[in-house]
């Protein structure tokens, strides 16, 4: 008996079971595709779970360990990749609450990421103006994002820094006709301190990566102006 055969043979009692009780056979396969279902989504979401736990285990020890040496530009560097590690746990930790899958909701990553942020150095006292239109982006992208943008109101939290009086970042956030807009803008020094050295080679590398076009201005709030191309399925 060939192997076709067999297989017939074998699948002849479920398909009698099928013929004489039809609604019952889809009912009992429609539960075992749901439990199926159910169990995938759960080993996902434990995955994921875990992935960002580790995240902010590896964060936690950078933040530690640059609180420990008496290197200050030791301790810079760990803090930046402590800040850079804590907004990849941003997104990851969003991309799995969103109910819309494949997108990610940027006007809740940019604030997340500011308030993380200015969390993180309750001494500079930065009031936050937010003003974010929803807008959606690939979900293959937030990872990109996420470190762009941090690393780039970081540099607006420490430009502030250098006024001696009470400061403000404000942030705006629109859909443009090809993609998504960002303006970040300090009450600092402007393009007197463009970011430099290693920060400027992430924004570089990032914003290549996501076609995008980063614009320093000369105007004395606006630090940095983001056009960030989306594809059309990923709108607000």
């Given at each position: 008996?060939?192997?076709?055969?067999t297989?017939?043979?074998?699948?002849?009692p479920?398909l009698?079971?099928?013929?004489?009780?039809?609604?019952?056979?889809?009912?009992?396969?429609?539960?075992?595709?749901?439990?199926?279902l159910n169990?995938?989504?759960?080993?996902?979401?434990?995955?994921?779970?875990?992935?960002?736990?580790?995240?902010?285990l590896?964060?936690?020890?950078?933040?530690?360990?640059?609180?420990?040496?008496?290197?200050?530009?030791v301790?810079?560097?760990?803090?930046?990749?402590?800040?850079?590690?804590s907004?990849?746990?941003?997104?990851?930790?969003?991309?799995?609450?969103?109910?819309?899958?494949?997108?990610?909701?940027?006007?809740?990553?940019?604030?997340?990421?500011?308030?993380?942020?200015?969390a993180?150095?309750?001494?500079?006292?930065?009031?936050?103006?937010?003003?974010?239109?929803?807008?959606?982006?690939?979900?293959?992208?937030?990872?990109?994002?996420?470190?762009?943008?941090?690393?780039?109101?970081?540099?607006?939290?420490?430009?502030?820094?250098?006024?001696?009086r009470?400061?403000?970042?404000?942030?705006?956030?629109?859909?443009?006709?090809?993609?998504?807009?960002?303006?970040?803008?300090?009450?600092?020094?402007?393009?007197?301190?463009?970011?430099?050295?290693?920060?400027?080679?992430?924004?570089?590398?990032?914003?290549r990566?996501?076609?995008?076009?980063?614009?320093?201005?000369q105007?004395?709030?606006?630090?940095?102006?983001?056009?960030?191309?989306?594809?059309p399925?990923?709108?607000?």
């Open positions: 008996m060939s192997q076709a055969e297989e017939h043979k074998a699948a002849e479920e009698r079971d099928f013929n004489a009780h039809p609604e019952a056979a889809v009912e009992a396969r429609t539960r075992n595709l749901q439990a199926s169990q995938q989504a759960s080993l996902l979401h434990e995955v994921g779970h875990r992935a960002n736990n580790n995240l902010q590896i964060s936690s020890l950078m933040l530690l360990q640059s609180r420990q040496t008496d290197d200050p530009a301790a810079e560097a760990l803090k930046r990749m402590q800040q850079r590690l907004a990849l746990s941003i997104a990851h930790r969003l991309l799995f609450q969103t109910t819309e899958a494949g997108q990610c909701d940027m006007a809740a990553l940019i604030g997340e990421l500011a308030r993380d942020l200015a993180a150095e309750p001494e500079l006292k930065i009031a936050l103006d937010l003003d974010l239109e929803p807008v959606k982006a690939p979900a293959a992208q937030a990872a990109a994002i996420a470190l762009l943008l941090g690393d780039l109101i970081d540099h607006a939290f420490r430009q502030a820094r250098l006024t001696g009470e400061r403000s970042v404000r942030i705006n956030l629109r859909r443009g006709e090809d993609g998504a807009v960002i303006e970040i803008a300090d009450d600092g020094t402007g393009m007197s301190e463009p970011p430099a050295g290693f920060r400027m080679t992430i924004v570089t590398l990032l914003s990566q996501l076609s995008a076009t980063v614009g320093f201005a105007r004395p709030r606006e630090i940095a102006r983001i056009d960030l191309p989306l594809a399925a990923a709108g607000g």
